[in-house]
């Protein structure tokens, strides 16, 4: 609503030079090429709607799209500006501003460098359906789910602008099974954001070796969730963007047959529930990762 507001009163000041050049003419600033109304304040924004530059077809055309899904162009363009001076030299730990949000570099490989979001940036569920539905087919895969259609549609194209997309080099994504119970991590597949797998989150947050230390399975009938609990777990805890509390984030990884893996928001890994446990109702934060290109 502010963003709209501010482009509102850019309109309006061209019916007030209109106004004006019936009875004072407006000064001119040659330095900026921009036309000035005295005593009236805008906005960085609307300043640029009046500038020389405001004729490049790019900018009429690309503005009014991302003011509809709500990025503030003007800024992100000077966030891109200002990574793109520093990109060559980033490191493994450094954190980076992109797509206006915060991201931790985890690894840096043929110049492109995994980023995460530092924030959970959204609250969602795994699934919507309830069991009578899934029966026939009651795992969902990272290829079928719908945090990937979320993450690789809405997100992608709401989030990120048309040079800031350019940025993103799409990969190949491997899910492999759930190495405790075995429940089928699908087909591999083509994506530009996704979530990380177990491994990945073992790999860069710290591995104490319990990912290949399959547990017992426990006596039939019995309920049990597991978990890799270990000296790590403060370090993968991550907070909602919005509330600033510590929030559970979904993993792309399989848990045991109706689930997803994901983080606790103590910082534990859960690897799923024994015996067919199901999360239907839980809300979890997506945490999106993506390979940013290093050679621009």
Same mark, same amino acid.
């Given at each position: 609503?502010?963003?709209?507001?501010?482009?509102?009163?850019?309109?309006?000041?061209?019916?007030?030079?209109?106004?004006?050049?019936?009875? /004072?003419?407006? &000064? #001119?600033?040659?330095?900026? @090429?921009?036309?000035?109304? !005295?005593?009236?304040?805008? *906005?960085? =924004?609307?300043?640029?709607?009046?500038?020389?530059?405001?004729?490049?077809?790019?900018?009429?055309?690309?503005?009014?799209?991302?003011?509809?899904?709500?990025?503030?162009?003007?800024?992100?363009?000077?966030?891109?500006?200002?990574?793109?001076?520093?990109?060559?030299?980033?490191?493994?730990?450094?954190?980076?501003?992109?797509?206006?949000?915060?991201?931790?570099?985890?690894?840096?490989?043929?110049?492109?460098?995994?980023?995460?979001?530092?924030?959970?940036?959204?609250?969602?569920?795994?699934?919507?359906?309830?069991?009578?539905?899934?029966?026939?087919?009651?795992?969902?895969?990272? /290829?079928?789910? &719908? #945090?990937?259609?979320?993450? @690789?549609?809405?997100?992608? !194209?709401?989030?990120?602008? *048309?040079? =800031?997309?350019?940025?993103?080099?799409?990969?190949?994504?491997?899910?492999?099974?759930?190495?405790?119970?075995?429940?089928?991590?699908?087909?591999?597949?083509?994506?530009?954001?996704?979530?990380?797998?177990?491994?990945?989150?073992?790999?860069?947050?710290?591995?104490?070796?319990?990912?290949?230390?399959?547990?017992?399975?426990?006596?039939?009938?019995?309920?049990?969730?597991?978990?890799?609990?270990?000296?790590?777990?403060?370090?993968?805890?991550?907070?909602?963007?919005?509330?600033?509390?510590?929030?559970?984030?979904?993993?792309?990884?399989?848990?045991?047959?109706?689930?997803?893996?994901?983080?606790?928001?103590?910082?534990?890994?859960?690897?799923?529930?024994?015996?067919?446990?199901?999360?239907?109702?839980?809300?979890?934060?997506?945490?999106?990762?993506?390979?940013?290109?290093?050679?621009?």
């Amino acid at each position: 609503m502010v963003k709209l507001a501010k482009y509102t009163l850019a309109i309006t000041l061209m019916f007030t030079l209109t106004a004006c050049s019936q009875n /004072e003419e407006p &000064s #001119f600033n040659e330095t900026t @090429n921009i036309i000035v109304v !005295e005593e009236q304040e805008m *906005s960085q =924004e609307a300043l640029y709607l009046f500038s020389e530059e405001s004729d490049d077809a790019s900018v009429e055309e690309g503005e009014a799209e991302y003011v509809a899904i709500g990025i503030d162009y003007v800024n992100r363009q000077e966030e891109l500006s200002e990574l793109k001076e520093k990109i060559s030299s980033v490191e493994i730990g450094d954190r980076v501003r992109f797509g206006g949000h915060d991201w931790s570099i985890l690894d840096i490989q043929d110049g492109k460098a995994l980023i995460l979001s530092d924030k959970a940036l959204s609250e969602r569920r795994f699934r919507t359906s309830v069991p009578r539905v899934v029966v026939e087919d009651p795992t969902i895969t990272w /290829e079928t789910s &719908s #945090f990937r259609r979320y993450l @690789n549609g809405t997100f992608y !194209e709401n989030t990120f602008t *048309s040079d =800031e997309k350019k940025l993103i080099v799409e990969t190949k994504i491997v899910t492999n099974s759930n190495p405790w119970f075995g429940a089928r991590g699908g087909n591999d597949t083509m994506d530009k954001i996704f979530l990380l797998s177990y491994e990945e989150v073992v790999k860069y947050f710290g591995d104490s070796g319990q990912l290949d230390e399959v547990p017992e399975q426990l006596p039939a009938g019995r309920r049990e969730a597991a978990y890799i609990d270990d000296q790590y777990n403060e370090l993968r805890i991550v907070k909602n963007i919005e509330t600033g509390l510590p929030s559970l984030w979904w993993l792309r990884s399989p848990g045991y047959s109706l689930e997803a893996a994901h983080i606790r928001n103590d910082g534990r890994i859960y690897m799923g529930m024994h015996y067919n446990e199901h999360l239907y109702t839980i809300f979890g934060g997506i945490r999106p990762a993506l390979w940013l290109d290093l050679d621009v």
